[in-house]
């Protein structure tokens, strides 16, 4: 379709003017190295995809790119000068415009005017001219084929329409380069057209744009060129037209497993937890499935996709407004956290930094956090039995700590997870819910996590495990279910599942081909 | 839905209530509707209305001051010592003298809480005390009698330059208008809706957050100072123990019944006019109906949490949102 | 780095020497204060060489110093009651009226405890349930409160009270009053609870992180919801207290005695934003100000001015507690 509006013959790549280069882009979180000398080119006027599963670094490559994070190592350089993006402000100046997939807004303001702030930088106390503003955002919205009331305040507005206002204000920026971050996922196949043809028309005019996104039809019919990452590292630059579905997803999985997995033997006894119906608006709709004992069952699919909507639902976080929970066969009613403890369920959660450790408050604390009657007895605490506990779990866990007295923050990320998990294993739960449970955890210690996640089984626990690594998922896994946004979308007994047939079933693929559902 | 509909558009809602209210007054007390009541309803609020204008930019901001009752009493202070202490200096001396002094004791404020990033509400709790204390320090515990306050000052609540209006009524009007000018047409004005709505993301749009909250804490404190010139003309005197005791709390229950969320980035100057308006009717209609003054302090505290309530009944979506079950 | 040790950790028991760790308490910077303030004292004015000086002194300042022990359980579990000195007035004046329209003093004494805890629970209704912030919900009921005692009273003072009920800052047990004994019965009372139980270990852990004790299973709600309600009791007995000691209620009995309640939790070092504090520092920063407060009164500085010293320290206290902690934590 837009194959004639470009002319990226092979031979002429080295012709095409160059807006960004990236030099051995290296990237560290906590010491965890996130992206590695990623060396990349964008093109002034194409659209470029960045592909991969999540965790790949693709997000990070874009907000370095931003200046959300700086790069640990590694050089920029735009228009082949070397550009220092201290921060996103920074970044717009220079025109680098990156769209978040939660939009940033003040949703107090109207729309015109989260439009123009930030883009004048007119006298502080020179005039706001309404009339204009109304003007300037009028035609914008026109340009995207959206009717709406800009003096409206963004509160309530939908994702979406967020969405549209922040490329609204790339547009009126006159960004050189606009990098949208998943941007089609809460839109309808309406508006996906409409934002296609607008990208379509901003590189005609010569911007770039870096489009991240799971959905392959999407990427095809709109990108030129395609990146794909996998842990960290780029793996690919390619014409799109030259790569089939096949050859994109074998490249983005096809990761070798890192750490020893035990093939854990099933032994499954009775149902243990079974969920039916389970809905909650805008996050899933009717998820049912059962786990028995000894049973580990995977959750895969994306981020956003509703896995840990379901998991906090379960756990009585932010529960269901229907369907039912039965533990042991007995519906149970679990309205809030204690009430899912009381039921022998225990859960470690993906966000361990705000939901799982209590920051300043020693190791000990932490671990006997949820057993107070096994530390204190009689209702008051029994120091040193606390201590002895506590002990008896870091000696279990091999948590590496200098003293159960020390705060829990001082600890590396797989030393916490293992107390937080730790905390679990003192209830003695019945239905373990493990999300992301290594996460941001070393590749030595993982393979600690996978030891003990095949001893719990074996012990007639059962496990729900929620994981975006898809070799973890699948050799830990004695089936393995999918959810793709809000949707159980496959179920698959161990030997059926497969890095190709999970990812199929996790991409969402309707959108472009037009299955009408409005936005959430 | 409709109460919410009609409460979205606030400035509508707080008309209707004035009217029915005075409606209701005057059914009662057929003396309530006469245009000298309205004469003393508007002679009651412009001190309230001038410092409304300053800490509702500061709620808008998603701060509060406790302190201005303080600053008020201090600047007025300040001015009548000045007028008594120095009879031959001009008497403008005395009202600049009252600006700045409000408006240092508001720098203040803004320092402590942006540099330590402290809970506004704790800090102006204890400026609250120590300006109060520093006040009675300074002036010896004296009251400025009213001989010296300057005729021109007490003048201004008496006589008039156009229409019979007096002098402070117009006063109050222009800083009315001018605080809307400020917040609705200028960027510094916008940028303070802009942190109040999303403090986070507001360095993302290149607003420096600290220096606007800081600038919004002195004019608070400075509209407070004027605020204190005009208790002088309007009372005929300054009491360290009296000016302006108790006097937040006057202020910030008209401006939340007026629409200002207490969350930051929302509020009108109108709205808050018409809160000052309607908590003025009802102050002055009290005694009219021969109900105690002593109900003043619980209808403001009932106004303050009424307020807080529909608030967030209008951010939930509806009444039926509010007790709804929290997510997180 | 320490992660890298062996588990084995009995050798060596804290990340930082425990004198270092000791010396960077907030509570310990308050007691050298006291100390310092004691001897200041001493050295001014003879007065504070009598031990039965200071403690009828502290008769005076007994009442807040009992809401703040509970004020500072609320403060360390991430909330804040600026209410109390307002449910002080307004539970008295319930007394005072009760007693008055003929209600015999044991079943006002019971009206007035009952309002301290409708009060109380209505301030946890606001914050709890409909998710207001309590630092502006309880600005709001403090300026209720307080009208509302002002309607009942209205300027009049209520007094003619029994004898045996009048004057218990006279009374003594072993030469300490009995308010005074009644606080430090409360201290060790709630130093227990807070140090010792499996409620108080919660309740650090709600103010460290919300979020993560709600996952942990525990019952956040409730346990806000129980310490809100204790604020109002409380603040019922204190307003008996303080209205046995005055012979005399009156609405605005207690005014401004937020102020102080603040003042002293936030000078005995617990962190404004939660998770930290002791019934120690709370205790130790009480006798703090009853020795300024005193200090000033024989030095013939009018209580008036006092307010200047009251509101510099609260402000003081916050920004170095602030930083003590955020320091420890870095």
């Known amino acids: ?520 | 839905m409709t109460i919410i509909a009609l409460l979205r558009r606030r400035e509508a809602g707080i008309i209707v209530m004035i009217v029915i209210f005075s409606l209701f007054v005057g059914v009662l007390q057929p003396r309530f509707l006469t245009s000298e009541t309205l004469r003393i309803v508007l002679l009651a609020v412009p001190l309230v209305m001038i410092a409304a204008m300053g800490e509702m930019m500061v709620i808008v901001a998603r701060h509060v001051d406790l302190s201005i009752g303080s600053i008020l009493g201090f600047s007025s202070i300040v001015a009548g010592m000045l007028w008594r202490d120095h009879p031959g200096l001009p008497v403008l001396l005395g009202v600049v003298a009252a600006l700045a002094t409000g408006s240092a004791l508001g720098l203040v404020n803004g320092l402590v809480v942006t540099i330590f990033r402290l809970p506004s509400i704790i800090v102006t709790l204890g400026t609250l005390s120590l300006y109060r204390g520093l006040l009675f320090f300074y002036s010896d515990s004296r009251q400025v009698d009213p001989q010296y306050i300057p005729r021109d000052i007490i003048g201004m609540s008496q006589t008039s330059p156009i229409f019979g209006i007096p002098w402070i009524i117009i006063v109050a009007c222009v800083i009315a208008l001018a605080t809307y000018f400020f917040l609705d047409h200028t960027r510094l004005g916008r940028q303070i809706y802009a942190i109040g709505s999303n403090p986070t993301a507001a360095p993302l749009r290149g607003i420096r957050a600290a220096p606007v909250t800081i600038l919004v804490f002195v004019i608070s404190g400075a509209l407070a100072g004027v605020a204190g010139v005009l208790y002088a003309s309007r009372f005929g005197y300054v009491n360290p123990g009296i000016t302006g005791v108790g006097f937040e709390f006057t202020v910030i229950a008209p401006i939340v019944i007026g629409g200002v969320s207490i969350n930051g980035g929302v509020g009108s100057v109108g709205g808050t006019a018409l809160g000052v308006l309607l908590l003025g009717a009802v102050s002055v209609a009290l005694p009219v109906l021969g109900v105690s003054g002593f109900w003043q302090n619980a209808i403001y505290g009932a106004v303050i949490l009424f307020a807080l309530v529909i608030d967030r009944s209008v951010r939930q979506g509806g009444l039926k949102g509010l007790l709804a079950r929290d997510a997180a | 780095m320490t992660t890298n040790l062996p588990p084995s950790a009995s050798s060596q028991d804290a990340s930082k020497p425990l004198w270092r760790a000791t010396l960077m308490r907030p509570e310990t910077m308050t007691l050298v204060l006291l100390v310092a303030a004691i001897i200041v004292g001493s050295l001014l004015s003879r007065f504070f060489d009598s031990l039965s000086f200071i403690l009828e002194s502290a008769t005076y300042y007994s009442e807040f110093s009992i809401v703040a022990l509970v004020l500072t359980l609320v403060i360390i579990s991430g909330e804040i009651d600026l209410s109390p000195a307002a449910m002080m007035a307004l539970s008295a004046c319930l007394f005072g009226s009760a007693f008055q329209a003929g209600v015999p003093i044991g079943l006002a004494m019971v009206i007035s405890i009952v309002s301290g805890v409708v009060m109380g629970a209505f301030n946890g209704f606001m914050v709890l349930w409909l998710r207001l912030p309590s630092l502006m919900v309880t600005i709001g009921t403090l300026t209720m409160y307080r009208g509302l005692a002002q309607i009942l009273a209205g300027d009049r003072s209520i007094s003619k009270f029994p004898t045996w009920f009048v004057g218990v800052d006279y009374r003594e047990l072993y030469g300490v009053p009995i308010p005074v004994l009644i606080f430090i019965f409360a201290s060790i009372v709630l130093a227990v609870v807070l140090g010792t139980t499996i409620l108080g270990r919660q309740i650090y852990q709600i103010g460290t992180s919300e979020v993560a004790a709600r996952y942990a299973g525990i019952k956040v709600r409730r346990i806000k919801f129980m310490l809100f309600v204790s604020m109002g009791v409380v603040s019922a007995i204190c307003g008996l207290i303080a209205t046995s000691r005055l012979a005399s209620v009156r609405y605005d009995l207690a005014s401004g005695g937020e102020l102080q309640m603040v003042l002293i939790v936030m000078l005995g070092g617990t962190y404004i934003f939660g998770g930290r504090g002791t019934i120690l520092g709370t205790f130790i920063a009480s006798w703090l100000l009853v020795i300024i407060a005193t200090g000033m009164t024989v030095a013939d500085i009018p209580v008036t001015y006092q307010l200047t010293v009251m509101g510099l320290l609260l402000i003081v206290s916050i920004i170095s507690t602030n930083l003590i902690y955020s320091r420890n934590q870095a």
Not at chain 1, 354 to 360: K, L, N, P, Q
């Open chain 1, 1 to 520: 379709m837009s194959a004639s509006t470009q002319s990226i013959g092979g031979q002429s790549a080295a012709d095409r003017a160059i807006l960004l280069s990236a030099r051995g882009i290296t990237k560290q979180f906590a010491g965890v190295e996130v992206l590695r000398d990623v060396d990349l080119d964008l093109y002034a006027g194409e659209i470029h995809a960045l592909l991969g599963e999540n965790g790949a670094g693709k997000s990070t490559f874009a907000k370095i790119v931003a200046g959300v994070h700086r790069p640990s190592r590694g050089v920029l350089l735009l228009n082949n000068a070397r550009i220092e993006v201290l921060s996103p402000l920074a970044a717009q100046k220079l025109g680098i415009t990156l769209i978040h997939q939660e939009p940033i807004s003040f949703p107090d303001l109207s729309i015109s005017e989260n439009l123009a702030l930030g883009r004048d930088d007119g006298k502080p106390l020179g005039r706001v001219r309404w009339a204009e503003l109304k003007r300037e955002a009028n035609s914008l919205m026109a340009q995207l084929g959206i009717m709406i009331d800009v003096t409206r305040p963004m509160r309530g507005l939908s994702i979406a329409d967020q969405q549209m206002v922040e490329i609204a204000r790339a547009l009126a920026s006159e960004s050189k380069l606009i990098i949208m971050d998943e941007p089609t996922a809460p839109l309808t196949p309406k508006e996906v057209e409409t934002l296609f043809g607008i990208s379509r028309q901003l590189r005609n005019e010569g911007r770039s744009i870096v489009f991240i996104s799971h959905r392959l039809e999407e990427v095809r019919a709109l990108c030129d060129r395609v990146t794909i990452f996998r842990d960290g590292n780029k793996i690919a630059t390619e014409e799109t037209k030259n790569l089939t579905d096949a050859e994109i997803i074998r490249l983005m999985i096809g990761r070798e497993v890192k750490g020893y997995i035990p093939k854990h033997k099933t032994t499954v006894g009775e149902v243990a937890l079974a969920v039916e119906g389970l809905t909650l608006p805008g996050r899933f709709e009717n998820i049912s499935f059962e786990i028995r004992k000894g049973e580990i069952v995977g959750l895969g699919g994306l981020v956003g996709a509703g896995r840990t909507d379901v998991a906090r639902a379960i756990f009585g976080v932010a529960p269901a407004a229907s369907g039912t929970i039965a533990v042991n066969g007995q519906v149970v009613e679990i309205r809030e956290p204690a009430d899912a403890v009381a039921q022998g369920l225990a859960f470690v959660p993906e966000d361990r930094a705000v939901a799982g450790i209590f920051r300043t408050l020693p190791v000990s604390q932490n671990i006997t956090a949820a057993v107070p009657e096994m530390i204190a007895p009689k209702g008051f605490i029994r120091h040193g039995l606390e201590r002895t506990i506590a002990l008896d779990s870091v000696k279990k866990m091999m948590i590496r700590l200098v003293s159960p007295r020390q705060p829990i923050g001082e600890l590396s990320g797989g030393n916490q997870q293992k107390a937080i998990l730790a905390r679990w294993l003192l209830t003695d739960p019945k239905i373990l819910i493990l999300d992301e449970p290594t996460r941001g955890v070393d590749i030595g210690v993982k393979a600690e996590f996978y030891e003990m996640i095949g001893a719990l089984a074996a012990s007639g626990r059962a496990i729900l495990l929620i994981s975006s690594e898809l070799p973890e998922l699948l050799a830990l896994s004695d089936r393995v279910l999918v959810m793709s946004e809000g949707q159980l979308t496959g179920d698959f007994a161990r030997g059926d599942a497969t890095e190709e047939s999970v990812m199929h079933a996790a991409v969402p693929r309707r959108k472009v081909v037009g299955d009408a559902q409005a936005a959430a």
